[in-house]
T-cell receptor, first 115, second 117 residues
Framework: KNQVEQSPQSLIILEGKNCTLQCNYTVSPFSNLRWYKQDTGRGPVSLTIMTFSENTKSNGRYTATLDADTKQSSLHITASQLSDSASYIC??????????????FGKGTKLSVKP | IAGITQAPTSQILAAGRRMTLRCTQDMRHNAMYWYRQDLGLGLRLIHY???????GKGEVPDGYSVSRANTDDFPLTLASAVPSQTSVYFCASSLNGGVFANTGELFFGEGSRLTVL
């Protein structure tokens, strides 16, 4: 069964520190992987997309990595800010069309950045 | 540009009542989706529509119905609400869905918090 597992479930860090969130998937065949950020009480917003041929991609202080061989992705946040407090959701798309959109969602990692 | 607009933002509903959650997008996206988000379970797909006039069932469709009369609107109806339908509901859209989804970024609304008593 296609699954997306995220770890840790929750994380508390101090402002200014770095952190890394993990996403392991069993989705096959694989098309792409997106990281979404969901602020409390808001809808998710896409941070970055990783396709099969990409190993790393940065978006400001966010850097995503992808290892398609081991089926793992990480989201590294550098010099965390209070505004980084949110849930981060990993979403993997299967590599064939289908009427359901073929998106497999992780349950998210809840990050709290404390002053 | 508003993007995705959902209404109401929150609602308390008695069990057995009928409820329609509204969703409108102004991005002319072909595909639209309804998800529910529950603590510990993440986002789960209820229904989707890849184009106006068509709909399909997602992972948890029971007790819900949708319609897609035009490109912009995708209402979700609970015919007879039950307490297990207490959740936060998110409407989303993407430029294309299904076989044409490609990299398919989802654009989400701000959610509708529904409590069924």
């Amino acid at each position: 069964k296609n699954q997306v597992e995220q770890s840790p479930q929750s994380l508390i860090i101090l402002e200014g520190k770095n952190c890394t969130l993990q996403c392991n998937y069993t989705v096959s065949p694989f098309s792409n992987l997106r990281w979404y950020k969901q602020d409390t009480g808001r809808g998710p917003v896409s941070l970055t997309i990783m396709t099969f041929s990409e190993n790393t991609k940065s978006n400001g202080r966010y850097t995503a990595t992808l290892d398609a061989d081991t089926k793992q992705s990480s989201l590294h946040i550098t010099a965390s800010q209070l505004s980084d407090s949110a849930s981060y959701i990993c979403v993997v798309r299967e590599n064939y069309g289908g009427s359901q959109g073929n998106l497999i969602f992780g349950k998210g990692t809840k990050l709290s950045v404390k002053p | 540009i508003a993007g995705i607009t959902q209404a109401p933002t929150s609602q308390i509903l008695a069990a057995g009542r009928r409820m329609t959650l509204r969703c409108t997008q102004d991005m002319r996206h072909n595909a639209m989706y309804w998800y529910r988000q529950d603590l510990g379970l993440g986002l789960r797909l209820i229904h989707y529509s890849n184009t106006a006039g068509t709909t399909g069932k997602g992972e948890v469709p029971d007790g819900y119905s949708v319609s897609r009369a035009n490109t912009d609107d995708f209402p979700l109806t609970l015919a007879s609400a039950v307490p297990s339908q207490t959740s936060v509901y998110f409407c989303a859209s993407s430029l294309n869905g299904g076989v044409f989804a490609n990299t398919g970024e989802l654009f989400f609304g701000e959610g509708s918090r529904l409590t069924v008593l």
